[in-house]
């Protein structure tokens, strides 16, 4: 049972408090965590000296959940990403000046989510019935009438249900379901090229609009490669325990069925080859991108981009393929988008070190950015998805889609 919720800004600011109990749990315990080493603030689970602490990191704020009684630890970190991701939705993004311009949104949002420190209703779609999504004729409304509450007056149709993420009586005139595989690779090149950290995580988004209650099996053809899978709770356990198979009843709408995370993949789709030789004040750079790996899709929006070191006074950077741009922090941002089959992207340029400095001893990071369309990089497939009692007319579509999460060429 959770007693009190906390998040708390990159400063240490308390942004908002929820007691969840009778009992109040004072403020000053998100001063002795705050007070706390790095190493020991990064752990999940924390005893004080009063009080069990459970923690997630999120967008720059820290969601601290505090109780005195010992409960499941993963239930309660399951929860704080729950309401992370509860927030992210409704509030289109998550920063400090989104939670404080939408207080009231916020803390009824808790107030459904849990009931008396214990977890009531969590599911994105159902809280959406109850409580209506910030827009600018809610914020209107609110200032005139002098009502600033969003909830409903009346209970969503799923309270009635027996699946608690679905309503009874959903219809529609034309039956549709859809997957997509959407993934962020993950990898480290070191400066001799030699790849040193390779991995994808992904998502299995489904996007339902199915009459009654549909009863959806999924397969892969490929799901030994799959690591670290996370289910939405539709899922059901055993069958893909037992066979690796996805069983479900979906929620209306467009939500995240699954993820999970492929290890140690031995390549990349692309490659940058920075070479950087500098002396007697100025240091030459050249960097050549192109496609390593033919994923058999075209790679569209590949940018990169880098931070010149401090002792960079100056610096003239041409390309002959995109746009390059030095912002005012000293950030080089070099716009490829599709890469031509004629002629391999390159950049050129010097840069003009400060005076008495004669060679450059701090190398940039290079960090890449892509998308493919069509393509799922860590090599999972789609094999078949199957409904149980199929309605006139099913409509069934599949898409992929990966890009670039921290993609790091160290020169």
Known sequence: MLQCIFLVSDCGE????????????????????????HSFKQQSVIASP???????????ITFLACTQVEMPPLMAIEFLCRVHTVLSDYLEGLNEDLIKDNFVIVYELLDEMIDNGFPLTTEPNILREMIAPPNIVSKMLSVVTGNSSNVSDTLPSSTASCVPWRTTDVKYASNEVYVDLVEEMDAIVNRD???????????????????GVPDLTLLFTNPSILDDVRFHPCVRFRPWESHHILSFVP?????????????????????????????????????????????????????????????????????????????????CVWSIDRIPKDKTPALSGSLVLEAGLERLHVFPIFQVSFRIQGVALSGLQIDKLDLKVVPNRLYKGFRALTRAGLFEVRS
């Open 14 to 37: 308390v942004i908002l408090e929820k007691q969840l109990t009778g009992h109040r749990v004072d403020r000053s315990i998100c001063d002795w965590f705050w007070n706390q080493d």
């Open 50 to 60: 009063t009080h069990y602490l459970f923690q997630i990191v999120r967008n720059g």
């Open 193 to 211: 090229g030699v790849l040193v950290k390779c991995e994808v995580y992904g998502e299995v988004q489904v996007n339902s609009h199915i009459t």
């Open 251 to 331: 929620p209306d709408g467009l939500f995240k069925l699954m993820s999970y995370r492929v290890k140690k993949l031995k390549s990349v789709p692309i490659y940058v080859k920075p070479q950087l030789t500098s002396d007697a004040g100025k240091c030459r750079i050249n960097l050549m991108v192109g496609i390593k790996h033919d994923p058999g899709k075209m790679i569209d929006s590949i940018n990169v981009q880098f931070q010149l070191p401090p002792c960079v006074l100056s610096a003239d950077l041409t390309s002959n393929h995109g746009v390059v741009n030095i912002l005012s922090n000293k950030m």
